[in-house]
């Protein structure tokens, strides 16, 4: 259900609800995002109820030019930054929370290109590294934003450690030529759908993060294959369910491997390794914004019968109405402020702060999210609790934002331990040993 505006706001954007002081370019990259937002829109609801993820969305989103939204001008892209990815992300779930998802994992992928040419820049690397460094970052931008290319970007995997948020074990080892790839990766949206996946794996030369690389992967690879599919709760149409790697052969021109990268991009990073996960939780904040509005014109045009008197008028109601608007601009305020902690020039705080803020942030926009949706199940009633209305898809696409990554509970818990001990701890660590 996309955002409907009032007359006397018709000429902002969806998006800038979230970034509300965009620059007149920024604008513009906000209107290419409006105009898909219908198309988005009308297929919304089947893909919710069939659980596959709507293949008219890569042709609409491509065709408006947005698959190179976060990648510079000189590649083809639109040159937009985190301000833009977050309001696209946000407006883009107003009408297809999990087109939107799926889209900031394609768009999250331009760090794989952005961070290695910063870290170039940064003159963090040897003379005789940066040609390789280089080629491989500008080919990640040119497939995003030259050829339009759909881009999935794949790190998670299901093993867990204590001692980093991301657990690489999948394997990268040397062969004539290139690299073998071994692992399963257990989540990334675009399983099945991008026409690249962007991997996270560990040299089998060592087991810290010095070790991982990055390898960019068609889809099409021999030894590429798509996990068994999985029937969740919400979210459903986001084709999430992951990627085999048995043996798959990377080229390569197409791999970055060289010592230490990972870390060099992580130091080059405005807030944690990828840098613009506050996008991905706008998704949650804009399918929020959907679920409210929708409360507010059924409880505004809904009477008691036999009268004229809105339902919405009632002590019981007025007070979910007032918790669900508070939980709104709680999780609107919470964005805001990480989005100008990442954006800020010059800084407003030290980086690890900034990635510390982050971690308690996301929990409580996930939090706030998901009780707005709460709040409307209960103020309107059992005539909103078909699966496929916008109420039910709300509460249980935004059920999801509680498990995205991690748990609030343990974003509170790493939060306070870098406040009291001054160790922000590992973003990406492996199986070997720690980081």
């Given at each position: 259900m996309a955002v409907s505006m009032s007359n006397d706001t018709q000429r902002r954007t969806t998006g800038e609800m979230l970034?509300?002081?965009m620059t007149d370019a920024e604008r513009e990259r906000a209107r290419q995002?409006?105009?898909?937002?219908?198309?988005?829109?009308?297929?919304?609801?089947?893909?919710?109820?069939?659980?596959?993820?709507?293949?008219?969305?890569?042709?609409?989103i491509s065709d408006a030019g947005l698959l190179g939204l976060t990648v510079?001008?000189?590649?083809?892209?639109?040159?937009?930054?985190?301000?833009?990815?977050?309001?696209?992300?946000?407006?883009?779930?107003?009408?297809?929370?999990?087109?939107?998802?799926?889209?900031?994992?394609?768009?999250?992928?331009?760090?794989?290109?952005?961070?290695?040419?910063?870290?170039?820049?940064?003159g963090l690397f040897a003379a005789d590294e940066v040609p390789v460094v280089t080629a491989f970052?500008?080919?990640?931008?040119?497939?995003?934003?030259?050829?339009?290319?759909?881009?999935?970007?794949?790190?998670?995997?299901?093993?867990?450690?204590?001692d980093a948020a991301v657990t690489i074990a999948t394997e990268a080892t040397r062969t004539t030529g290139g690299w073998l790839i071994n692992g399963v990766k257990s989540f990334g949206c675009a399983t099945g759908v991008a026409d690249d996946y962007l991997v996270t794996a560990k040299l089998d030369s060592g087991d810290t993060a010095e070790h991982l690389a990055v390898f960019l992967i068609p889809q099409d690879t021999p030894g590429v294959s798509e996990r068994a599919r999985w029937d969740a709760v919400g979210m459903r149409a986001t084709a999430t369910h992951g990627i085999v790697l048995d043996n798959a052969f990377v080229p390569d021109h197409n791999a970055l491997?060289?010592?230490?990268?990972?870390?060099?991009?992580?130091?080059?990073?405005r807030g944690s390794f990828v840098g613009n996960q506050v996008a991905l939780s706008s998704v949650y904040i804009g399918a929020a914004q959907a679920v409210h509005d929708y409360a507010m014109q059924f409880l505004r045009t809904t009477t008691y019968h036999g009268t004229a008197e809105p339902i919405g008028g009632s002590d019981v109601h007025r007070q979910l109405i007032g918790k669900m608007r508070a939980h709104l601009d709680t999780a609107y305020l919470w964005a805001r402020r990480q989005i100008r902690l990442e954006t800020a020039d010059p800084e407003i705080i030290p980086k690890d702060d900034v990635i510390a803020?982050?971690?308690?942030?996301?929990?409580?926009?996930?939090?706030?999210?998901?009780?707005?949706?709460?709040?409307?199940?209960?103020?309107?009633?059992?005539?909103?609790?078909?699966?496929?209305?916008?109420?039910?898809?709300?509460?249980?696409?935004?059920?999801?934002?509680?498990?995205?990554?991690?748990?609030?509970?343990?974003?509170?818990?790493?939060?306070?331990?870098?406040?009291?001990?001054?160790?922000e701890g590992a973003q990406f660590g492996t199986t070997g040993g720690k980081t």
């Open positions: 970034v509300e002081d995002v409006d105009s898909v937002l219908p198309a988005l829109a009308d297929r919304a609801i089947e893909a919710d109820r069939s659980g596959e993820f709507p293949l008219e969305h890569v042709r609409t510079p001008a000189t590649y083809g892209g639109l040159g937009g930054g985190l301000r833009d990815l977050a309001a696209a992300t946000f407006a883009m779930a107003t009408a297809c929370a999990s087109t939107s998802l799926a889209y900031f994992f394609q768009c999250s992928g331009s760090s794989r290109g952005l961070l290695p040419l910063k870290a170039v820049e940064a970052g500008e080919k990640v931008l040119r497939r995003m934003g030259t050829e339009g290319r759909w881009v999935a970007n794949f790190a998670s995997e299901s093993v867990r450690t204590k491997t060289v010592p230490a990268t990972f870390v060099k991009m992580t130091k080059v990073s803020n982050w971690r308690i942030a996301k929990g409580e926009i996930a939090d706030n999210c998901f009780s707005v949706a709460v709040c409307a199940l209960k103020a309107c009633g059992t005539g909103n609790t078909g699966m496929g209305g916008p109420i039910s898809r709300g509460l249980r696409d935004l059920s999801m934002g509680l498990v995205q990554g991690f748990p609030a509970e343990r974003g509170r818990l790493e939060a306070a331990s870098y406040y009291v001990h001054g160790n």
